[in-house]
């Protein structure tokens, strides 16, 4: 874990950076960029280049990557009309870089964005982002799997068991047992094959009922006043420091657990492979763009970009689904609506 990483602010863009150049960078950005991106940018914290300049026009080939949970959708529910709408009248292809599998994609976005009457296709990249889904909303939903990576086969299944045991041992150990009211309910350890999810609330098999929402909000507050998941966070990745050489990282997931990834199979495969399929400006929006975050996948492959040219991809933190439209828009990503 890159401890040096920068705490994002909310809606700030992140570009690729050579540490230090902040100065020079920021005299890239014209005060007509600046109007544009004034509510998205904190200059203080703001790590730019000229990369970061917006050309709204042009016949540069764009894509935007959108993580699902609290950036496409409200927190752990489907997606709303609104943001349904704005992907309808989308001028760029999108993409979905998120950290759920097929099943828990589906209900929160797949099957209410054919709802709510989107006909057309997308690719998800899925379970943090390797596993890659052709997914065609254009008569009914059909979904093809394009691209498939397992943890297990990665590691060799002796190290996996042995992971997954360290795993249970942290979860059973008393100083990370939840007080009531919280309590489990479903599953602890999510084995989702190119990542596995940690979940010391569990994870519901089913639809997340009113009880379930009403645990993690409790597990919301416990972990705001108590930091519970950073110092689960720091056992955990102290625990598992032998599996580093194979790759293997730890965030936090959405609001309530853990993701174990394996690096370069992670929010940074869309990246690489959309840049490889001839994209020459990559977007992604994300609401976890921070240490630790589920999307710090992406500032790690932005850092760590070795080209001629500065790393053609740009992050976009975000708090919520609304400030996602508003990102598009001022990316000039989003058609106005017909009269
Ligand atoms: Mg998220």
Redesign the pocket.
Known sequence: MNTNQHELPLCSFVSSVVKGSLAVASRCVSDEQRDIFKDHINPTRMITSDQLVYTPAGSEKRAVVL?????LTPPRRPLQQEMADTLKRLKVPFFLGA?GDLRLVSEQFIEPLHEFGYRGTFDAFLCNGPTRYHCDLSRGISVTLVRHFAMKEHMGAEKFERMMKIVQATLDREEFRLPPPMRVIGDLIIDRESMVNVAPIGRPRERLGDEAHRNRDAFREFDARTGYRRRFLAHLTRELAEFAPDGLFISLG?ETSFDLVIRGNDKGYPLKTLLEEGFERVWYI???LFAGG??EAVLKYIEQWKGPQPCPVGAVQVENFRATIGALQKLDMVHLPAE
Do not use: H, K, M, R
């Open positions: 993580d699902i949970d609290n950036t950290g959405g994300g609401d976890a589920n999307d």
